[in-house]
């Protein structure tokens, strides 16, 4: 499953699956519990793939950050949890992405992008494959 059907929902906590469209929004599927509930229009959502991390140059999408985890970790979980200290949070996401824009990007936004990898990594959800990358393989074929 890509990142283009997971989604963050303001005041939800955790991450959610679009299960499917309605008139008046959509249902989605949490990944937490696998509860499902109906999000309206007005509902503050962002979907995963569209998603970006500053950067001192420019913006990183969140699947490269993803991706970046994932080599640094050898496929596995983070070694450090979203509920570690501040310097703790901000010492790991460092290594991974050592450019991030210390002024625009909050031990919070931190927390969550270790705090989703690590759910996406406990429901199999790993292909962080960046979308330049895909291209550039369809091109070579």
């Not at 469209?21 to 999000?39: C, H, N, P, Y």
């Not at 991974?96 to 919070?108: A, G, L």
Request: charged share 30%; aromatic share 8%; glycine share 8%.
């Amino acid at each position: 499953m890509s990142l283009d059907k997971i989604l963050s929902i303001g005041g939800k906590p955790g991450l959610f699956k679009l299960v499917t469209q309605t008139r008046t929004g959509f249902v989605a599927e949490s990944l937490i519990d696998g509860k499902r509930i109906t999000v309206g229009m007005t509902s503050n959502v962002s979907v995963l793939s569209e998603i970006a991390i500053f950067t001192l140059e420019e913006e990183l999408p969140l699947v490269a950050v993803f991706k970046k985890i994932q080599e640094k970790e050898d496929g596995g979980k983070t070694s450090v949890g979203h509920k570690e200290d501040k310097l703790k949070l901000e010492e790991y996401f460092f290594e991974v992405v050592p450019d991030y824009d210390e002024d625009r990007v909050y031990p919070s936004d931190i927390k969550k992008v270790i705090q989703w990898y690590n759910l996406l990594h406990q429901h199999g959800i790993t292909d962080f494959t960046v979308e330049e990358e895909a291209e550039a393989d369809t091109e070579k074929k």
